[in-house]
């Protein structure tokens, strides 16, 4: 068999790209490894840049996300026992919005299907080929089929096969000390913009999915067994980080969804080899604080789909040859504001009184000036896709 592009990975980077190419008339295969429930259910991000709304908007995937999507213009930071708005429009005229990432997959697996478009769920890749370029895959019914294509995009994630394959990529990364509690609670939010508190009992997250529903991410240890987190434990922690001078109360529901993110940094460059373009998280991570890895991915198949566009309109490589630089730009200043955010935010258990007090003349300084408010802002609602 055969196609133009073939996509590994049908997360929110395949789906979407093998949706832009659709629209420019360039056929391409879709085949993930997970059935198709599985990736329409798994919890993840849920923050939203202007950028990334756009683009689902402008090509016919939005439709949803503007009935349902939550806009936001702030965000409060929380520290000390008090809040500090954030006024993320004021400062630089553009808003996020709140609208789950399994909405976005379910949305786009809908509309490739409706469009005719060829996404595989339960494949295996046995083989990939960045030269002649082809990938061997076992389907659901079990037969082995070559793929032949023109090019290979790598969307398959951090834990992907295609980066493996990509002979003498340079690696950076970070690891943190704490990871990610994150729980989806049946319960009306106590907040109507998110809330990013710092406590000397480590970081804590109020976001949301719906008018309904809560979304909210505790601190713990890298190695924290979840099953030590009843749901009456996690709703005390995070009064207990939450907790204001002014008596804020946090409406507790049933906990519907329970699950640990370990958290770190990692960008492998260059993003393509030969043939095969790595994009989203198969390419870098960032750790969640500031909700910077969906949109870089968004971003990374927005300059992917343009590069392909001009290829087959005029034969031009120039913006393929281009890709991976034009991405690292971005993926970088993304890294670092993910860092900033992250260790501005977290408690650090290695941190000595020292430390503390520095993060805390930090936190009352991004609070109280503008300029650094501006900088969180602009960074927060993402700069422009290169
Ligand atoms: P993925 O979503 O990982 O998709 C990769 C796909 O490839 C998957 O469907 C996988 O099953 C498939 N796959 C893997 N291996 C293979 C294989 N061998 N063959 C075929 N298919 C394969 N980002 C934000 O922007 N905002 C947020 O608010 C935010 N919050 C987050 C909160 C948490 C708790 C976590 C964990 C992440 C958060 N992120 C956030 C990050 C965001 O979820 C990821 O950056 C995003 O999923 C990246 O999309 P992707 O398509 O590149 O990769
Ligand atoms: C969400 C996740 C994040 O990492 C973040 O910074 C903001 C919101 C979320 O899942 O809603």
Not at 118 to 144: I, M, N
Not at 333 to 361: C, G, I, K, N
């Amino acid at each position: 068999m055969r196609t133009q592009v073939a996509i590994i990975g049908g997360g929110p980077a395949g789906l979407l790209l093998s949706h832009l190419l659709h629209l420019q008339g360039i056929d391409s295969v879709v085949l993930e490894s997970r059935d198709r429930g599985y990736v329409e259910r798994r919890q993840r991000a849920g923050m939203l840049e202007q950028g990334t709304t756009d683009v689902l908007r402008e090509t016919g995937a939005g439709e949803r996300l503007d009935r349902e999507g939550l806009v936001h213009h702030g965000l409060e930071l929380r520290f000390d026992g008090a809040g500090h708005r954030v006024p993320l429009t004021d400062l630089t005229g553009r808003t996020v919005t709140v609208y789950a990432q399994t909405e976005i997959v379910k949305d786009l697996i809908a509309k490739r299907l409706e469009d005719g478009g060829d996404v595989r769920f339960e494949t295996e890749v046995v083989e990939l080929d960045a030269s002649a370029p082809s990938v061997t895959f076992r389907g659901a019914d079990g037969v082995t089929r070559t793929l032949d294509c023109d090019y290979i995009a790598g969307c398959d994630g951090f834990h992907g096969v295609s980066r493996p394959t990509v002979p003498g990529l340079r690696t950076f990364s970070r690891e943190y000390p704490f990871a990610w509690l994150g729980v989806l609670a049946d319960v009306p939010p106590s907040t109507d913009e998110l809330i990013y508190a710092n406590h000397e009992r480590g970081f804590a997250l109020h976001s949301l999915r719906s008018p309904e529903v809560s979304r909210l991410y505790l601190q713990v240890a890298p190695d924290e067994d979840i099953a030590a987190w009843s749901d009456a434990r996690i709703w005390d922690e995070l009064a207990a980080r939450f907790a204001t001078d002014d008596g804020w109360k946090l409406r507790e529901g049933p906990i519907t969804d329970k699950s640990i993110t370990p958290m770190r940094s990692f960008v492998a460059e260059p993003m393509r080899h030969d043939r095969l373009f790595l994009a989203g998280d198969a390419a870098h991570i960032v750790p969640p604080t500031g909700a910077k890895g969906l949109n870089l991915a968004v971003s990374d198949v927005i300059v992917l789909a343009r590069a392909l566009t001009e290829r087959y309109a005029n034969g031009s490589e120039t913006l393929l040859d281009g890709y991976s630089d034009a991405c690292l730009r971005r993926v970088w200043r993304a890294e670092h504001f993910s860092y900033w955010m992250t260790t501005l935010l977290h408690v650090d258990p290695a941190a000595d009184a020292f430390d503390r007090r520095l993060q805390q003349s930090h936190l009352a300084y991004v609070a109280s000036s503008e300029a650094a408010k501006t900088s969180l802002a602009e960074n927060y609602v993402g700069l422009p896709i290169a």
